[in-house]
Structures are given as C-alpha cells and as structure tokens.
C-alpha cells in the first residue's frame, strides 16, 4: 500500500522559512519523479516544484529563487526548503509522486505565512 505522508507545515511570519518533507512508503521511490503542489480554497491545485528520477528540478515562477526541492533516495523522502516566504504561499502542500502509469497524492500539510 503506497502512502505519501507530508509534514512540516505550519504558520510562519513573511520573509520567514520552512522545510517540507514527504516521506514515501510501499513503493519504488527512486524510479518516480517527485513534486510539490499546492492549493487553496476555490482554487485549483497548483504545481510548485518537481525533482526527477535523476535530480533535475523544474519550479513555478514564483518559486524560483526561494524554493529548493530534492529528494533523498536513502530515505525514501523528498523536502520543499521554502525561503522568504510571503503571505501568497499560504495553502495546502501536497506531496506528488508520477511513475510510468500511476500517480499518488499525499494528504497535505497546511502552510501559513501570516503576521
């Protein structure tokens, strides 16, 4: 039974930081590529960042320069380094995993960047 567990999340001041880890289980973790969407209320999920099978890293524009995404084989984790982060980040972060044919979705983890 595959299960993508996010955590890490939780209220932060702008121009603070956080790290989001999303550890995987029941699953070949090195053969799927990785991402980071998002979401809020209304509005549909959005993609944030991936890591592939062999490292590379694509981001959404606005978060490049202040996120980093990687992944740890080892430990069948990947994380989200968020830096400077502003109130429009607040949202529910959700841990993707793609393979050939399947994809799987974690459960969220709330961020809120809030004064």
Excluded at 63 to 88: C, H, W
Aim: aromatic share 10%.
């Amino acid at each position: 039974q595959v299960q993508l567990v996010e955590s890490g999340g939780g209220l932060v001041q702008p121009g603070g930081s956080l790290r989001l880890s999303c550890a995987a289980s029941g699953m070949m973790f090195s053969s799927y590529a990785m991402s980071w969407y998002r979401q809020t209320p209304g509005k549909q999920r959005e993609f944030v960042a991936q890591v592939g099978i062999a490292g590379n890293t694509h981001y959404t524009d606005s978060a490049k320069g202040r996120f980093t995404i990687s992944r740890d084989n080892a430990k069948n984790t990947v994380y989200l380094q968020m830096n400077s982060l502003k109130p429009e980040d607040t949202a529910a972060y959700f841990c993707n995993a793609i393979g050939v044919s399947t994809t799987y979705w974690g459960q969220g983890t709330q961020v809120t960047v809030s004064s």
